[in-house]
Structures are given as C-alpha cells and as structure tokens.
C-alpha cells in the first residue's frame, strides 16, 4: 500500500527551526529576567517554554503520525497531528488566562525594572519570532498542526512586542504599570486565534464534513455518472490535514461497467473536491432491497 504524508510532514524541518528560535528566546529572557528584575520578561520567558513546549510536541507529532500503517493501525497514526493541535489550543487558552493574570498583578504591584535591558532583550526577542512566524507562514495554512506552531510564536511575538513598548513607556514617564496593560491586552489577542484553531481540530476529531465540501454536491456528481442510479450512507471527513476522505454507497445499473465507473468516480471527486481517498461500494437494485429488509427485521 503506498505511504502517504501529512500535509504537515513536508513542514518538519522549518517547525525544528522554529523550536531552536523560541528555545534560544526562552533561555535569554529568563536569564535577563532574572538579572534585571523584570517580572516581565521573565513571565514572558514563562510564556515562549509553554510556546516552545507546544512546538515540540507538534514536531513529535509529526514525525511519530508519519509512521507507517500498521494491521491494528490501518491509517496509522495520521490524527494524531490532529489531536495534538487540540491540545495545543488548550495550551493556549490556559497561556491566555496566566497572561492575563499576570497583567492585572503587576497592574496592582509593579515592580522597578531596568528598562534598558527590557527594550533590547525584547527587541531581539520580537526579531526571532518574526523569523520563527515567516518558516511557519506557508505550513500553517495547510496543517493544522503547523498552524498551532505559528499561533503559539505570533503570540511569542505578540508577548516581545508588549515588553518591548513596555520597557520604552518605563523609560520615557517611569509608569511601571504598562507592563500590566499591554500583557492583558495580548491574553486578550490571543483568544479568538485559538479558538478558532481548538474549533476546526475538535470538528476533526468529531469527523465533521470538511470545510469546503458540500456533500449536496458530491451526491449530485456521484448521481451524474454513467451507470448510477441512486446513492445512499454517503459520509465524507478529515482524517488528518490535507487528506479528506469520501465514502458511499452506490446504487448501479445492470449495464454499469464496475471497472470503469469507480474510476470515474475517483477521477470525478479528485478533480472537483480534491478528495484522493474516496470508497465506494457498489449495490445492485435487489441488494438496496435485500438490506432495507434486513435493517427492518432487525427492529
């Protein structure tokens, strides 16, 4: 059987970049943190090892999904991409909340810092996750798991950026208390974005019609194809990013050619719906019959 990637596979070596950026990013702003007293960047140190640890797992992630199938595992390990973007997700709404948190603490008690190593630090901090978003940018919209990457370090970014003008309003006018604001206006950022990303991996997971397929209109083309004459249990869902799959059953004719009818089919919804992973079992008249009556005296 031949082995398919996901479509995050062919983006592992830019996540792998994205990691080392925000890992290099973490260990400076923790330790600057730390020296110049800046509750700040060391919470935003907390921020990008949450970021970062998100990143590793949807590298694992892809890695371990792209395993071949198995017997017990037909479709190998392709959702896992799926369900580690979910988690991802919840990663985020919790970085939300403690971002937002730790706004309305400094809002309260803030604390003298050395704005001086709050404007380059950030500044260098901002520089890397731009780099890390623009290897995601083109990935994140085929995968969901990549996706989740370039969330996480626009919110890296998002969370430089804040310390950055923080530190530059410390410096200019001594109010210590931008640093509460501009944290709780990026939780705030973040939310709907991660909504969104927890929205379209949880419809995934429940095996929702894909986005951008009308299964009204499958039916309508799979109805047009020489041969057929109704079609029923037609289902379609995601198994992982980039790889939609279709099954139904369909009723033929006794003049249908088999061969060449599922070979119009598949040509039909690879070309139209760019659905490469289509089933389709083919039934008799007398066999529509047949199963109506069994499913009847089953009840």
């Known amino acids: 059987m031949q082995h398919t990637h996901s479509a995050a596979y062919a983006h592992r070596s830019r996540l792998v970049g994205a990691v080392a950026l925000s890992a290099v990013v973490l260990v400076v702003e923790l330790i600057a943190g730390v020296l110049s007293n800046s509750v700040s960047l060391v919470a935003d140190a907390g921020h990008v090892f949450a970021d970062t640890s998100g990143l590793l797992l949807s590298t694992a992630a892809i890695w371990v999904a792209d395993r071949r199938p198995t017997a017990g595992r037909s479709f190998g390990l392709y959702r896992l991409e799926i369900l580690v973007a979910a988690l991802n997700a919840v990663l985020l709404f919790v970085i939300a909340a403690f971002v937002i ?27 890397a996750d731009l780099g890390a978003s623009a290897l995601l940018r083109r990935g994140q919209a ?37 640093d509460g604001i501009a944290a709780i206006f990026i939780g705030i950022l973040i939310l709907p974005r991660t909504w969104r990303l927890l929205h379209e991996s949880l419809d995934v997971l429940l095996e929702a019609t894909p986005k951008g397929i009308d299964l009204a209109e499958v039916e309508h083309h799979i109805l047009e194809a020489p041969g057929v004459t109704a079609v029923h249990d037609l289902h379609a869902w995601t198994i992982t990013s980039g790889m939609n799959v279709v099954s139904a059953h369909v009723v033929v004719s006794e003049d249908a050619d088999p061969g060449r009818l599922i070979d119009h089919l598949s040509d039909c919804l690879a070309g139209d719906f760019d659905i490469d992973h289509s089933t389709f079992q083919l039934e008799t008249p007398e066999h529509v019959l047949w199963e109506g009556r069994a499913m009847r005296s089953q009840h």
């Not at 200019?172 to 208390?177: I, K, N």
């Open 101 to 127: 948190l730790e706004g309305i603490a400094r809002l309260r008690e803030p604390s003298a810092v050395q704005s001086s190593v709050m404007i380059v630090v950030a500044a260098g901090a901002l520089a």
């Open 142 to 178: 085929v995968s969901l798991t990549v996706r989740a990457a370039y969330l996480e370090v626009l919110s890296d970014a998002l969370g430089a950026g804040a310390v950055l003008v923080a530190g530059v309003v410390i410096a200019l006018t001594g109010f210590h208390g931008a």
